[in-house]
T-cell receptor
Framework: EAGVAQSPRYKIIEKRQSVAFWCNPI?????LYWYQQILGQGPKLLIQ????????DSQLPKDRFSAERLKGVDSTLKIQPAKLEDSAVYLC??????????FGNGTRLTVT | GENVEQHPSTLSVQEGDSAVIKCTYS??????FPWYKQELGKGPQLIID?????GEKKDQRIAVTLNKTAKHFSLHITETQPEDSAVYFC??????????FGDGTTLTVKP
């Protein structure tokens, strides 16, 4: 099966600019996650979707981050405006209910 | 919420030696414990997992043990090879849903 696809692979922006990341999960995976991985740390959950509904967004900084999953398939994560501390790798993962997570290769964001 | 601590943060071994990475978790409701390997520039990849109704699981050179009473679990890699060099993450979750990750162990296997 094809893996989780993410784009772009890299993005460099200046602080206060906006940026968007895209994720296409594995076909048939109803659950989609966005994780933030700061250098030297483990991934931290930002938001979890079940089909096109939000299950958990308690760790999402909602004043600047937003995410959507239209039609229960692809998802986008947006940051506006970006801060220096948002520099990280943004990982998308998908899974079937009760099954392990499958991760994409992430988008590395650098905010200057 | 769940909190996962992972030790050591770095581990260097000679090729052929064994490597052990340990994790503790805080939420007794967690019942699924996956281990991921992350290579440079890639996302974490599942290498082995264990559920709370099992004390030990083995897959070739990799094994995981779980002590529910003490709330800790460990990854054991035997006969290490240079290609085992990577960052390893443990995680804890309820019913294989959203996972709380440790901060990773950088394993270096020296030839």
């Amino acid at each position: 099966e094809a893996g989780v696809a993410q784009s772009p692979r890299y993005k460099i922006i200046e602080k206060r600019q906006s940026v968007a990341f895209w994720c296409n999960p594995i076909s048939g995976h109803a659950t989609l996650y966005w994780y933030q991985q700061i250098l030297g740390q483990g991934p931290k959950l930002l938001i979890q979707f079940q089909n096109n509904g939000v299950v958990d967004d308690s760790q999402l900084p909602k004043d600047r981050f937003s995410a959507e999953r239209l039609k229960g398939v692809d998802s986008t994560l947006k940051i506006q405006p970006a801060k220096l501390e948002d520099s990280a790798v943004y990982l998308c993962a998908s899974s079937r209910l009760g099954s392990p997570l499958h991760f994409g290769n992430g988008t590395r964001l650098t905010v200057t | 919420g769940e909190n996962v601590e992972q030790h050591p943060s770095t581990l260097s071994v000679q090729e052929g030696d064994s490597a052990v990475i340990k994790c503790t978790y805080s939420d007794s409701a967690s019942n699924y414990f996956p281990w991921y390997k992350q290579e440079l520039g890639k996302g974490p990849q599942l290498i082995i997992d264990i559920r709370s109704n099992v004390g030990e699981k083995k897959d070739q050179r990799i094994a995981v043990t779980l002590n529910k009473t003490a709330k800790h679990f460990s990854l054991h890699i035997t006969e290490t090879q240079p290609e085992d060099s990577a960052v390893y993450f443990c995680a804890a979750t309820y019913n294989a849903g959203k996972s709380t990750f440790g901060d990773g162990t950088t394993l270096t296997v020296k030839p």
